[in-house]
């Protein structure tokens, strides 16, 4: 290799360096800029879900869980117990789900929001609907997914072809239910 080889293949290493330098600072930048504003959207999304998911709730204390997630005891306008909301995540189809499920005082399921989901459009993505989230609002125990026939008690009827995807929000409610049940103290 000649002189005139190492230096034009230094010369390609230190642009590469600088351009890789200028363009990592820019998104630093522009990530300071943003990360407030981003994070002040996330807290009033994640408020909005937590009032979707237990309307009767006009403010939410944090409570920390066994395993170090948070959950949120919720109250009421007149500071009694409205219930209980948590945030769980299980594995889908196309990657992980993430739910938050509110409970009534009782343990009943008063809704259920999906926060991120990356399921097959036109199958698995068709649990965003209400229909299929309304299926879980009343039940009050461990749930199980049926397929093709009418669901009974604690039953979620599986979405056509999204099966994974209906045993995976199953299991983030189920896993929200354990939740419920250390916090309220109250069993099955």
Not at 44 to 62: G, Q, W
Not at 113 to 133: C, H, Q, V, W, Y
Not at 173 to 186: D, F, I, L, Q
């Amino acid at each position: 290799m000649t002189k005139k080889d190492i230096l034009a293949i230094l010369k390609t290493a230190i642009s590469l360096f600088l351009i890789c330098a200028v363009a990592a600072g820019a998104v630093a930048a522009v990530n300071a800029v943003t990360k407030d504003t981003i994070d002040a959207n996330s807290a009033a999304a994640a408020n909005e879900a937590k009032s979707a998911v237990l309307p009767e709730a006009a403010s939410f204390e944090d409570v920390t869980l066994s395993d170090g997630a948070v959950g949120y005891l919720g109250k009421a306008a007149d500071g009694t117990l409205a219930g209980y909301v948590f945030t769980t995540a299980a594995s889908g189809y196309g990657g992980k789900i993430e739910i938050m499920t509110g409970f009534s005082a009782d343990g009943a399921v008063t809704g259920v929001e999906i926060l991120s989901i990356e399921e097959t459009p036109g199958l698995g993505m068709n649990a965003k609907r209400d229909s299929f989230l309304s299926q879980f609002t009343g039940t009050n125990g461990d749930l199980t997914v049926i397929k093709n026939a009418a669901p009974g008690e604690n039953e979620i009827l599986a979405l056509t072809s999204a099966t994974i995807t209906s045993r995976a929000m199953v299991k983030a409610v189920n896993a929200a239910r354990a939740y419920y049940t250390e916090v309220s103290g109250k069993g099955e």
